[in-house]
């Protein structure tokens, strides 16, 4: 009995020694940054206080809220001819200013920004008018300056509609457009504006992945406001045009190079014999070739269908086309 009392007792010390000690250290390493953390969850717990994420965030009724839009391009996904769609992956930057959101830092700790989940802000529904399917926007945190400046940089794929020329293919350069604008707020309400100060920034390529087909060459921003019968007020568009460059050596050795060939046996044709079996077999050779090229350009580019019989005309004046089919008429009626 006595025995277990005394080794209770013993055992006593050592534990409380260990808690003066977890405390003294806590106290040296602890304290400034504990404070700190605290300090930011003080900060988030004020300004989400009343905060309506609903609502946009306008002094009153008369003033606007102004969005700074820019496009960063990463990569493109896919040109799709037969459907005529681009798809992008991008970030689109996003930069307005709600005045309930600053703050004084010094009453924080010095916290001159804060990181919070989009999802729980106002966020201005700026949408992509010519899209063409699903786009995917990745929820991000949105970072918030003291001044009340709210930079959200989400990740996008989108996939817009396309009107691609093919006259020229392969050597085709084309121009595709992407329309962003407010859904529902008109310009008196969210006023849209680009985001950086000369037509070569609006759009960066500066993280942009070089695709094996395709070298933008320019890419741009323009602001228009746009009335529709609906309403009182226009609506800010931007409207964004990227100018894409085919780069074209692996046409010329699929396509141009063997149709330039088959040009040249042609000619070999008339020089035989009329008699000889050697005619006739060349010539169905040459058939079959311009055949099978004509099947695979029909695999790449899209058909009179579903090209429409308005386009009809530019894309027989196509130049592979044009080189193949006819000296195909030219072969058979030999
Ligand atoms: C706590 O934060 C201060 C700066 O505020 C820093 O100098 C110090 O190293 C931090 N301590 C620990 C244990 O991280
Ligand atoms: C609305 O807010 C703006 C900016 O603070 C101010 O200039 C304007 O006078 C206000 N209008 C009304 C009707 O309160
Ligand atoms: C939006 O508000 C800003 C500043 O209050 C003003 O300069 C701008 O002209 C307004 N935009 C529109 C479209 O009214
Ligand atoms: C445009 O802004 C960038 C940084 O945002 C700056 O480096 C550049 O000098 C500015 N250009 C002009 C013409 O103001
Ligand atoms: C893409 O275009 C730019 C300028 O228009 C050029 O400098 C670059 O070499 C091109 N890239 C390829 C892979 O052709």
Redesign the pocket.
């Known amino acids: 009995m006595a025995a277990s009392n005394r080794s209770k007792g013993f055992w006593h010390i050592p534990m409380l020694l260990e808690a003066v000690i977890l405390l003294v250290i806590s106290q040296v390493f602890c304290a400034d940054n504990s404070s700190f953390i605290t300090q930011e969850r003080r900060l988030y717990k004020d300004l989400m206080k009343n905060y309506v994420k609903s609502i946009r965030p306008a002094r009153n009724a008369s003033?606007?809220v102004?969005v700074r839009f820019g496009l960063s391009i990463l990569n493109i996904a896919d040109v799709d001819l037969k459907t005529h769609t681009l798809s992008l992956n991008v970030w689109a930057d996003e930069v307005w200013n709600e005045p309930q959101l600053s703050w004084d830092p010094n009453l924080y700790g010095g916290v001159k920004s804060l990181q919070i989940p989009a999802a729980a802000l106002w966020k201005p529904d700026i949408t992509l008018y010519n899209n063409f399917g699903d786009t995917y926007t990745q929820e991000a945190n949105a970072v918030v300056l003291n001044t009340g400046v709210v930079y959200y940089v989400p990740y996008m794929r989108l996939k817009s509609y396309c009107s691609y020329d093919l006259t020229r293919f392969p050597y085709d350069t084309q121009e595709c457009t992407l329309l962003f604008g407010s859904w529902v707020y008109d310009?008196?309400m969210l006023?849209i504006q680009l985001n950086g100060n000369s037509s070569e920034n609006y759009v960066s390529l500066a993280s942009f992945r070089e695709h094996h087909e395709w070298n933008v060459t320019m890419a741009s921003g323009r602001r228009d406001v746009i009335k529709y019968p609906c309403c009182a007020h226009g609506f800010?568009h931007l409207t964004f045009t990227l100018t894409m460059k085919r780069l074209t050596t692996y046409y010329t050795y699929v396509y141009v190079t063997p149709c330039m060939l088959l040009n040249l046996l042609l000619p070999l044709m008339f020089l035989l014999p009329p008699e000889t079996r050697q005619k006739t077999t060349l010539g169905i050779g040459i058939f079959i070739g311009y055949s099978i090229l004509l099947l695979m350009l029909e695999m790449t580019l899209p058909s009179a269908f579903s090209y429409g019989l308005r386009h009809w005309h530019d894309f027989s004046n196509d130049i592979i086309g044009d080189w193949c089919s006819d000296d195909m008429l030219l072969g058979i009626c030999t």
């Open positions: 003033d606007n102004t310009e008196s006023d800010a």
